[in-house]
């Protein structure tokens, strides 16, 4: 089984940061792509930002030029630095990732279970 794990949520007022961090284990896995969700209340989950292996990132338009995704290979790593946070950026945020499973081989995404992010105004 492999295991996505974020932290690093919180209260946080508009125009301040928060920097979320989502940290995989299991065994004999690698990550393909890796990336940020968020889902506020009464609205559908989407993309915030995703980066892929080689470091090709994609960012929701709303968050460009004040979130960064970056992540660790080597430790499995991810995290998503969040600035000039506004209100609206309220939500619980997910990490996700494409896992390549080694034995059996499988490819297979996987979720954490969320953080909590409040802006407050």
């Known amino acids: 089984q492999v295991q996505l794990v974020e932290s690093g949520g919180g209260l946080v007022q508009a125009g301040g940061s928060l920097r979320l961090s989502c940290a995989a284990s299991g065994i004999s896995f690698s990550i393909r792509s890796m990336g940020w969700y968020r889902q506020a209340p009464g609205k559908q989950r989407e993309l915030v930002a995703r980066v892929a292996t080689g470091g090709t990132t994609d960012y929701a338009d709303s968050v460009k030029g004040r979130f960064t995704i970056s992540r660790d290979n080597a430790k499995k790593t991810g995290d998503l630095q969040m600035n000039s946070l506004k209100p609206e950026d309220a939500a619980v945020y997910y990490c996700?990732?494409?896992?390549?499973?080694?034995?059996?081989?499988?490819?297979?995404?996987?979720w954490g279970q969320g953080t909590l992010v409040t802006v407050s105004s």
């Open positions: 996700n990732a494409e896992v390549e499973v080694f034995s059996p081989y499988r490819l297979i995404a996987v």
